[in-house]
């Protein structure tokens, strides 16, 4: 008879944290007190960091030929519920949404306080999050759920492979450099763009999305910490030089271009850059 | 004030950019002390404690080890912050040693402003002005933000050790694709997320044979497959510093502008008047990139 040598992991719970973020190319506006942005007016979607993590949480049910449950958070106002069903579409199995209006007010402690308080009582094995939000771009609350946790974190993770129980991973480092690292879990990944190539939705989990029960649940309810941080100020960014911005006829638009660069002396008068 | 810095080893040598931990030091007139996993041998010109830890014994990524190591300095030398670059080694270590101190962190600090600490967000299209709840604090610098200025002094060395195993085995580094050197092009234009499909590269490839240009990337066309990891401007890739920079339809993300800052003339390409490549550009053009891109290359081609 014969036996497999690897140890096989039964059931494999993974949970997947997706934010919901505004489209970057919006008009943000600052709120009255200038905490963050007024939100009418803004497309949203999901965080491009965390399409890379509910790819791979996908990729890797599949390898465990569906010996796993995928299960998506996302915490904030009723729009998010979008975020959850667009991840159920791509093909997680449960939808988790911690309805919170005030979220998008709440430092990154409070919002990995709410995290961690559900990822407690339900025992994941894996958590996915992005490496940051396009929004906040703080990078903080994966690695702090983690040490909530007390799992084992690696940030920026760019490639994934599980085998014989452990994880390997390839964190991304400055000028493209890699650290390959091996772990055990119960572990959390933050996922970097490259990761993976993010499937699109398809018909029948489309269908299915619609249709699914999301569980609801309050901060309260997962133990929404009082926050560390104020935000004030919200504004644009300061331009350091006058920039020069050049709009209308595209035609228009190349002679003045090039008769700019010339002025400036960036082209010489025949051809090539100076 | 007092400040305990944590210094950053990367790829067998002290990380240049920690120059920037001291020039923020300056700005507060802050006391510093300084935590570092690296080597006698190689180690920053300061005045005061430098709590070093051996690289090879504790490893150059070993996030829960090095945590133990800068949560022991923190001990003896109760700072009022516990400053890090923020970068790859800074982002992944400082929850970490905020969470153990119950501490507030701010993340990717550019600037001071009445009494607080002044962050990018929206991917660098935005600022606001962050203000910590809790003493001590942890800081995260965005790398170049506080100056390069060379260092002197020589710190006073305190050798620090700290107990427990790493859950994290590293396996060792690699290296990227090399084969195409960008640092040294005196003019590069490239193509973002913006440029919308892999067949519009043929605009950008025309306009840089129309400049003598290289042709770059930001890193969702690498990501995509678009163009090759070796062409990728930015933090994860290449810094460049050409006389000429043209970013066809690249927003301009905190990361691919560490990259390219140093460049001399910047024009930007972009259909939004307000993207943050705006904030470092010389002129920016709100326009179509297939529209535009081949009228500004024939415009160039005329005037031979």
Known sequence: ?274 | MKLLLVGEYRDAGLAAEVAGLFGFARLLDAEVSMVLVGREADLPAFEGRLWLADVDTYGEYAPDRHKSLVLEAARREAPDAVVLLHSSYGWDLAPRVAAALNAALVSGVTGLDDGGYVVECCNGKMRRTVRPLTEPVVLTLQPGAFGQDALNGSPEIRYLEADGETSIECLGFSRPETGIDLSHAVAIVSAGRGIGSKEHLGLVRALADALGAEVGASRPVVDAGWLERARQVGMSGQNVSPGLYVACGISGSIQHLAGMKGSGFVLAINTDSQAPIGNVADVLVVADLVDFLPLLTAQLASRC
């Open chain 1, 1 to 274: 008879m014969w036996f497999p040598s690897i140890r096989m992991i039964s059931w494999m719970n993974i949970l997947v944290c997706v934010k919901q973020v505004p489209d970057m190319e919006g008009r943000f506006v600052p709120n009255t007190d200038e905490s963050w942005h007024e939100e009418s007016g803004l497309a949203w979607r999901m965080n491009d960091h965390d399409t890379f993590a509910v790819e791979q949480a996908l990729l890797l049910r599949e390898q465990l030929k569906g010996g796993a449950t995928v299960t998506v958070l996302s915490i904030g106002a009723a729009r998010v519920v979008e975020t959850i069903r667009k991840s159920l579409a791509m093909g997680c199995v449960h939808g988790v949404h911690i309805e919170d209006p005030m979220a998008c007010e709440r430092d990154p402690w409070q919002i990995a306080s709410m995290i961690a308080g559900f990822a407690r009582q339900r025992k994941f094995d894996l958590v996915f999050t992005g490496m940051q939000s396009e929004d906040r771009c703080s990078a903080q609350v994966g690695v702090l759920v983690a040490e909530r946790l007390g799992y084992v974190c690696v940030t920026g993770i760019i490639a994934f492979a599980w085998q014989d129980a452990a994880i390997t991973v390839e964190r991304e480092l400055e000028g493209g450099r890699r650290c390959t690292v091996r772990l055990k879990v119960p572990a959390l990944l933050t996922c970097q763009p490259g990761l993976n190539t993010p499937r699109y939705p398809t018909l029948p989990f489309i269908m299915k999305s619609k249709r699914a029960v999301i569980e609801v649940l309050l901060p309260e309810s997962v133990g929404l910490d009082e926050p560390k941080v104020s935000s004030r100020g919200f504004r644009a960014a300061e331009r350091k030089a006058p920039v020069v911005v050049l709009e209308g006829e595209s035609k228009r638009l190349a002679v003045e271009v090039v008769s700019l660069l010339e002025q400036r002396g960036v082209v010489t008068g025949r051809g090539g850059v100076r």
